[in-house]
């Protein structure tokens, strides 16, 4: 098989009837110059030790020398060999509390946004690793199985938002209990499960999911996004503006806080950390670097069939092609002009 890995580089060679033209005006342009002497004799004499089929030579000999180049920068490829290719990494999946209280602005832009803002640094960060999304409110839900294609999983967070889920609340023992059913089964290290959220778990029920997660060998980060104050939590309509707060049945406005304790004691119970992300100068560079730090397993082995790059064959040919190109002289010796006029 012969392929081309660059085509597009091969629109070069328009370069070469380009020189072609160029070669030849030039060549024409020379004859002009030399025809206004009107002295016959006298142009014959001047132009005697001129070599116009060695000149013709070097012009051709160059336009190769163009049409190998562009012909090597296109990476020509023949020949194929079959390599086992394995890869490692950390199975990493990211529960993301898509509740209303999400939309809490004690963070900026709002705690939703800035949520998908450190998960997105994150994904960019990784290298082999698989990663899965998981999205919850009053219930959970896999929005992204675990994969190596991060664009995907881009595309998949970005639409995660407070719509995705009708039953409302934070249900954090269900979003621990799906999170872990879409880990694959077998797989009892080198697993990660970062839980993003402002921690107010309304059914307090994550006990018997947090005892799974140590039986199972799942380390979990938790990573608290909002402030310790009580904040109002705002209400749109349906064409996205704002009509002020959400209220409670008796007209309170509603507030909402973060609540640390119960993120630090989901982390402390799998050997993970909690991560909070307290105001708009918060890093999470830590909890990056331990995600993208850390030593992964044998994920998947494959044979991947590798195409032979041939660029050095049109490459050496075009540098021949050059040197042959410069030990051709213009001009003949003298002695050579005198015995053609002898002979």
Known sequence: VFRFLS?????????????????????????????????????????????RRARAAKSVLMLLVVAFLVLALAR??????????????????????????????????????????????????????RIGLVAFAGNAFVQSPL?????????????????????????????????????????????????????EDHEGEIDQALERARDEGVQIHTVGIGSLDGVPIPEFDASGERTGFIRDEEGAVVTTRLDESTLERVAEATGGRY?????????????????????????????VTQFDEQFQIFLGFALILLFVEGLIPERRRREEVWAGRFS
């Open 275 to 303: 991560f909070p992300a307290l105001g708009a100068g918060a890093d999470l560079d830590l909890l990056v670097e331990e995600v993208t730090g850390a030593e992964g397993r044998e994920l998947e082995t494959r044979e």
């Open 7 to 51: 085509t597009e580089t091969l629109f070069g060679l328009l370069l070469v009837p380009v020189l072609g033209a160029f070669f030849w005006g030039t060549r024409q342009a020379r004859k002009r110059a030399l025809a206004q002497f009107g002295d016959l004799v006298l142009v014959q004499k001047l132009s005697a030790t001129l070599n």
């Open 147 to 199: 994969t190596v294609d991060y664009g995907a999983a881009a595309l998949f967070l970005n639409s995660m938002n407070t719509d995705l889920i009708p039953l409302q609340g934070t249900n954090l023992g269900e979003a621990l209990t799906v999170a872990l059913d879409a880990f694959e089964e077998g797989t009892s290290d080198h697993r990660v499960l970062i839980v993003v959220t402002d921690g």
């Open 76 to 129: 020509p490829q023949f020949g194929t060999r079959v390599e086992t290719v394995t890869s490692e990494g950390q199975d990493v999946m990211v529960a993301l509390d898509v509740s209303r209280s999400m939309l809490a602005e004690d963070v900026n832009p709002n705690r939703l946004e800035r949520a998908r803002l450190e998960i997105m640094r994150i994904v960019q960060r990784l290298d082999g690793d």
